[in-house]
């Protein structure tokens, strides 16, 4: 069972980003599994390195279709990306100095994240990225 699901609510009807929000969700169940099997620890690296190098990636498709396309809530948008690349890079240099990052912590803010923004500012976007012409 998910500890997250994506659902049509979820869909900003825009596919790359739908595509890669699906990822993102899957990283998440994937530390969910590890954590439910005990594993929590030894797979938190690696998720979140691979946390913080996807989610520049995918925050800069975002960016560049809204510069393309003049978003008006471009800057807006971008400082929420600024902050929550911030919060991941904490969260890594935290687990990289020894410190204990208990895996529920990481869990529930990857869960909070993904469905507020998703279903709140990317929605957003997406309406706006759909009436240019992009799915």
Request: aromatic residues 14%; charged residues 30%.
């Amino acid at each position: 069972m998910a500890f997250i699901e994506w659902t049509e609510q979820n869909k900003t009807n825009v596919k790359v980003c739908d595509d890669q929000h699906k990822k993102l969700f899957a990283m998440v169940n994937k530390l969910y599994d590890a954590m439910r099997e005990g594993k929590g620890k030894e797979v938190m690296g690696e998720i979140l390195n691979e946390l913080l190098r996807y989610t520049l990636y995918h925050f800069s498709t975002e960016e560049e279709l809204m510069e393309k396309y003049s978003y008006p809530g471009f800057i807006w948008h971008k400082k929420e990306h600024t902050e929550l690349a911030n919060k991941a890079k904490a969260l890594k240099e935290r687990f990289e100095a020894g410190e204990f990052i208990m895996s529920v912590e990481v869990l529930n803010f990857l869960k909070d994240w993904l469905n507020n923004h998703t279903v709140g500012s990317d929605k957003k976007y997406g309406t706006f990225l759909n009436e240019k012409g992009v799915f």
